[in-house]
């Protein structure tokens, strides 16, 4: 729904899972520029191979590395440039973490300065923003914040309060905030 409103023609997804299959797919179909970020070995082996198996182009994922709490700067700044995107237009944030957040071994709060300054390098061309595990208290200020300070409109996936994992941000006023009229479904709500 999301990509179908926005139409990016760059998307990058730090922290590869299901949504990997829908942007390969629809990056390949749309000729959009698409990478995915994971830095766990076993998950990047995994969706590789689920992209194989489901005819999609693996070659959108990258391994890369976390150093300090973040994605190593370098390294996915070369795998932006490496797939000519230079701004990006659709943001997933579901990474770095995964299984060591649920058994607290490390990353229990994302790193948000380095987040941050990342959205802050490509906000003029985000069309839209997702933030994936808003329970967690730094990831939900974040949101928040950046929802002010880039002028964004704020949706929630699912009931709002300390259970909500998933929300997303549109730029107030724009093409895509206005054609995204909720309620499409009673588990998006737009927070006012």
């Not at 970020?37 to 693996?58: C, M, T, W, Y």
């Not at 997933?92 to 990353?107: C, M, W």
Request: some cysteine; overall charge positive.
């Amino acid at each position: 729904m999301l990509l179908y409103f926005s139409q990016p023609r760059t998307i990058v997804e730090l922290g590869s899972g299901r949504s990997t299959h829908y942007f390969a797919e629809y990056a390949l179909k749309k000729r959009a520029k698409f990478l995915s970020v994971e830095q766990k070995k076993s998950f990047f082996l995994r969706n590789r191979i689920g992209l194989k198996l489901a005819f999609l182009p693996d070659n959108v994922m990258s391994r890369v590395p976390v150093v300090g709490g973040w994605y190593s700067e370098k390294k996915l700044q070369k795998e932006m440039d490496n797939r000519g995107i230079d701004a990006v237009e659709f943001l997933l944030i579901d990474g770095p973490g995964g299984v060591a957040n649920l058994l607290k071994l490390g990353y229990h709060e994302r790193n948000v300065p380095q987040c941050e300054q990342f959205i802050q390098r490509h906000a003029p061309s985000l069309r839209c923003i997702v933030f994936d595990d808003l329970n967690r208290a730094s990831y939900r200020r974040l949101y928040d914040t950046t929802a002010a300070a880039y002028n964004m409109e704020r949706y929630m996936i699912g009931p709002e309060g300390p259970r909500s994992i998933i929300g997303f941000l549109l730029p107030r006023g724009s093409l895509v905030a206005t054609q995204f009229q909720p309620p499409f479904s009673s588990l998006v709500t737009r927070l006012e």
